[in-house]
């Protein structure tokens, strides 16, 4: 049973970081994708990052390529999503989800192309 649990969230003010949390099952670090996704009221879900468990290949959006990386440990069963230079627009829930990809590479930030979600978790940018 694939688990995904997010932390990490709160209240920052503008140009400051926080780092997301996605806690899973150990098996989830392999052969599987993680994408890190996030919803403002009243817009779509809209993917952030990704990362393919299979060869740590990772892609990023660009609204937050530069300022967002995506890891992992293996030890904690844990994908982190480090996110610094925080602007207002970054204000959503942040999601974790999972896709079991086998022996293919794939990393994805398209929402449709995951299987398993977490619970969210909300990150307020505000001064």
């Known amino acids: 049973q694939v688990q995904l649990v997010e932390s990490g969230g709160g209240l920052v003010q503008p140009g400051g970081s926080l780092r997301l949390s996605c806690k899973t099952s150990?098996?989830?670090?392999?052969?599987?994708?993680i994408g890190w996704f996030r919803q403002a009221p009243g817009k779509e879900r809209e993917g952030v990052s990704c990362?393919?468990?299979?060869?740590?290949?990772?892609k990023y959006s660009p609204s937050v390529k530069d300022r967002f990386t995506i890891s992992r440990d293996n030890a904690k069963n844990t994908v982190y999503l480090q996110m610094n230079s925080l602007k207002p627009e970054d204000t959503a829930i942040y999601y974790c989800?999972?896709?079991?990809?086998?022996?293919?590479?794939?990393?994805?930030?398209?929402?449709?192309?995951?299987?398993?979600w977490g619970q969210g978790t909300q990150v307020t940018v505000s001064s």
């Open positions: 150990a098996f989830v670090l392999n052969n599987y994708a």
């Open positions: 989800a999972s896709r079991f990809t086998g022996s293919q590479r794939m990393c994805s930030i398209g929402p449709e192309d995951y299987e398993r």
């Open positions: 990362l393919s468990t299979r060869d740590d290949y990772t």
